[in-house]
């Protein structure tokens, strides 16, 4: 498990022995195509590190039904809700295809960070990075499907 973390984008530019300090938090998963990872409104226990294949964030409006928000491929992360409280999920992500991933039990992590704040710190400003390409790759595909005056 260490050297499946540590070749995941997450992990690169933390602290020397981060990928070890998690191995135990993480485990392999195969999810089938269709099927969710997370479901809007659930706890959210699990960050998933994308290995293979692709998933669609997907967001719910009234008299829409499912909107697709974003794709995340291999190297990328689902699932940011795990971190703050009340941990739980405010999306839908459903596997497009076939996927692997690294699925990281969330309080596992916390903990991880509490007990060492060096790591904890760093995780969070790469976690951050990554969350604000995230949002800033949402806007501009709601741009994109909406246009620039925000109707359709």
């Known amino acids: 498990m260490t050297d499946l973390l540590a070749a995941q984008p997450l992990f690169a530019g933390l602290p020397a022995g981060a990928a070890e300090l ?18 809007e409104g659930d706890d959210a226990t699990t960050l998933y590190l994308i290995r293979r294949g692709l998933v669609a964030v997907e ?10 928000v974003d794709t995340v491929g291999p190297g990328q992360v689902v699932g940011w809700s795990w971190l703050v409280p009340p941990y739980r999920w405010t999306f839908d992500a459903r596997a497009v295809e076939p996927v692997g991933a690294i699925a990281i039990d969330g309080a596992c ?16 400003q790469r976690i951050s990075t990554m969350l604000l390409d995230r949002l800033q790759s949402t806007r501009l595909q709601l741009l994109d499907l909406y246009g620039d005056d925000g109707r359709r």
């Open 22 to 39: 998690v191995a135990g938090c993480g485990r392999n998963v195969a999810i089938d195509r269709d099927r969710l990872l997370v479901a």
């Open 59 to 68: 967001v719910h409006g009234p008299d829409r039904g499912s909107l697709v």
């Open 109 to 124: 992590l916390r903990g991880k960070a509490d007990e060492d704040p060096a790591f904890g710190y760093a995780l969070l």
